[in-house]
């Protein structure tokens, strides 16, 4: 992994420099991620752009239920594009946010995309933080065989003191699955929609 020491928050007031904060690893970053990009990351690949050792804000690419051989390689190619695509980028981090497991998966979940992105990643001149997944189980780089077979404790995602530090210095990072979620509707709601449905001119003015 490239070494990174510090990393810039991208969600703060406009008012106030950047938070900067101290990262010793790649499970300090990843901790910090979510802060970064506003909300916590679910079946998606997340890109974070690098300039220099300091990392702002990122974007986040859904990964789609059925992933074939053509939706690996656009996942791929919008990475490497995105990428391109900022003005004095140095380095990138890629991670793919998956619900799946290594124990269903038999090893690092989504290995074809994983290994497709670092592919991609490796045609350009930039320098790659890593490319890794965060699983239901654990985590692991897909460059790192062992981590492929048996997964990293998300424990040190989750107990990192950089993360607390992300989270202290922006907003709380949008929960995706309560967001997609439908509201409750209740009897007095659904007898007013029919209401409205069997007379929609009973409202009208002439």
């Known amino acids: 992994m490239t ?4 990393l810039a928050t991208a969600r703060h007031s406009p008012s106030r420099e ?6 010793s ?7 910090a991620v979510p802060s970064m990009i506003g909300l916590h990351p679910e079946d998606a ?11 702002g804000g990122g974007f986040r690419f859904p990964i789609p239920h059925r992933l074939r051989r053509a939706e690996i ?6 990475c490497e594009r995105f990428t391109a695509s900022i003005s004095r980028t140095t380095g ?4 793919v946010y998956t619900r799946q497991s290594y124990e269903t998966a038999h090893g690092i979940p989504l290995l074809d995309l994983g290994r497709t992105v670092l592919r991609r990643l490796e ?18 780089r897909y460059t790192s065989i062992e981590e492929t077979r048996e997964p990293r404790p998300l424990a040190e995602i989750e107990e990192s003191r950089t993360g607390v530090l992300a ?24 007898a007013t929609v029919e209401a409205i449905v069997r007379h929609p001119a009973s409202g009208r003015t002439t």
């Open 73 to 78: 390689d656009e996942l791929a190619g919008r």
């Open 167 to 190: 989270r202290a210095a922006a907003p709380e990072p949008l929960d995706v699955t309560a967001l997609a979620a439908l509201p409750t509707v209740s009897d007095s709601d659904l």
């Open 123 to 140: 045609r350009t001149d930039l320098g790659i933080v890593g490319v890794a997944c965060v699983a239901a189980d654990g985590w692991g």
């Open 92 to 95: 990138v981090l890629a991670i």
């Open 25 to 31: 690893g790649l499970p300090d970053l990843l901790a």
């Open 3 to 6: 070494p990174t020491d510090r």
């Open 18 to 23: 950047p938070e900067l904060l101290r990262v």
């Open 45 to 55: 690949l997340v890109v974070v752009p690098f300039l220099g050792n300091r990392a």
